[in-house]
Each structure stands twice: as structure tokens, then as C-alpha cells.
């Protein structure tokens, strides 16, 4: 299975541009990037995902390294509510039914 | 705004008991998962289906089985329930392919006594 590899943590001030790093060195070139985030004693919320070109959504920018090898999920303006945990993952060619593997995520803290 | 319900937020059940953790979903999608969050060993698999009666295991199925007779709810059963099985279960939901995000539900904590 392609692997990613994130920090373990990172810390940000309030209303900063915070940018999470996500290393995907064996991906193939069908494989979808996603990016979820998990607050404490909820469920994974989905952020955003992408294949090639960069993407943008109200919650975030997804930056896709142009050899794919690597991706960076960037919060605009960092808040206290963006302090969670963030995964990055990919959803790989043959796992039809859309399967997500989660890895251990980068715990991100925000300052006030 | 589009759910995935879990039936309760905390439960306690004791060692032995049949144990049935209910999901449901309101956006009409083919997929549906389950899956346990323990603390240092994160999110694993145990079992998704992609439509109605259809089941797959996943990483971790041992110990559990799964129901979806109707496409919008999809139950986890724990047939004896152990102290081994006290987690956090999460139910998620998606479009069928990889070009989808999951809708997660908040959560059930099971505890087995």
C-alpha cells in the first residue's frame, strides 16, 4: 500500500496561514489525495481532495507537488476551531469501493 | 445539511452481550463504513459494504458482522461482546470511486464491562 508520512505535529497562531505537509513518495499516478481532520471527540471531516492540479474549497487549498510525490493542505487564516488532527491520505487504483486508510495525522495547535 | 446518524453517543454493555451499532445515512449513498478508533493505533477498518446486502471485510473483522438490508442504514454487530472490543466506532458514508469525500458520523463509545 502507498504510504504518506506527516509530521506529528505542528503549531500555528490565530488568524496565521498555517501549511501542513504530507510526503507521498510511492504514489501511482491514479491515486487520489485526501485530506480529512478530526476534532476532539468527533468524527473525520472530510477537507479536501485532488489528483494532479492544485484545489481550492471554503475550507481549504490543497497545493499537489508536480511529481505528486508530495502535497501541502493550506488553512488561509488558521482559527482556534482548526486545531485538530489532520490526515492525509490516499485512496488508491483498485480499491474501487473507495476504501481510505488512515495513517496517525499531523496534531495541529493553534496559539490564540 | 447531509448526515450519517449513530444510534447512540456512549454505551456500556457487558462481556457476552450481542451488541448492534446502528448508522444511517440521508444522501442516498452506495457505501458505507465502519470503522474503530483506539488510542495509538488510530482509525482501522472492519468491515464497509457497497450495496445493499453486499458486505467486504476489512483490516479487522474478527469478532464482528455486519447488516444492510436497506441502502440508507448499515448495522455493526458485535455477536459476543468482549473487553477487547471498548473503542470508539465510527460509521462513515460515501459515493461509490475514489473521487469522494466519506460524510463520518460523530461517534458511538462502546464500553464492555
Known amino acids: 500500500d502507498a504510504k504518506t508520512t506527516q509530521p506529528n505535529s505542528m503549531e500555528s497562531n490565530e488568524e496565521e496561514p498555517v501549511h501542513l505537509p504530507c510526503n507521498h513518495s510511492?504514489?501511482?499516478?491514479?491515486?487520489?489525495i485526501h485530506w480529512y481532520r478530526q476534532l476532539p471527540s468527533q468524527g473525520p471531516e472530510y477537507v479536501i481532495h485532488?489528483?494532479?492540479s492544485n484545489v481550492n474549497n471554503r475550507m481549504a487549498s490543497l497545493a499537489i507537488a508536480e511529481d505528486r510525490k508530495s502535497s501541502t493542505l493550506i488553512l488561509h487564516r488558521a482559527t482556534l476551531r482548526d486545531a485538530a488532527v489532520y490526515y492525509c491520505?490516499?485512496?488508491?487504483?483498485?480499491?474501487?469501493?473507495?476504501?481510505?486508510?488512515f495513517g496517525q495525522g499531523t496534531i495541529l495547535t493553534v496559539h490564540p | 445539511d447531509v448526515k450519517v446518524t449513530q444510534s447512540s453517543r456512549y454505551l456500556v454493555k457487558r462481556t457476552g452481550e450481542k451488541v448492534f451499532l446502528e448508522c444511517v445515512q440521508d444522501?442516498?449513498?452506495?457505501?458505507m463504513f465502519w470503522y474503530r478508533q483506539d488510542p495509538g493505533l488510530g482509525l482501522r477498518l472492519i468491515y464497509f459494504?457497497?450495496?445493499?446486502?453486499?458486505?467486504e471485510k476489512g483490516d479487522i473483522p474478527e469478532g464482528y458482522s455486519v447488516s444492510r438490508e436497506k441502502k440508507e442504514r448499515f448495522s455493526l454487530i458485535l455477536e459476543s461482546a468482549s473487553t477487547n472490543q471498548t473503542s470508539m466506532y465510527l460509521c462513515?458514508?460515501?459515493?461509490?470511486?475514489?473521487?469522494?469525500?466519506?460524510?463520518f458520523g460523530s461517534g458511538t463509545r462502546l464500553t464492555v464491562v
Open positions: 462513515a458514508s460515501s459515493l461509490p470511486g475514489r473521487n469522494y469525500g466519506y460524510t
Open positions: 510511492t504514489i501511482s499516478g491514479t491515486d487520489y
Open positions: 485532488g489528483l494532479t
Open positions: 491520505i490516499l485512496m488508491l487504483l483498485g480499491t474501487s469501493y473507495g476504501k481510505l486508510t
Open positions: 444522501m442516498d449513498h452506495e457505501n
Open positions: 459494504s457497497y450495496d445493499v446486502k453486499m458486505k
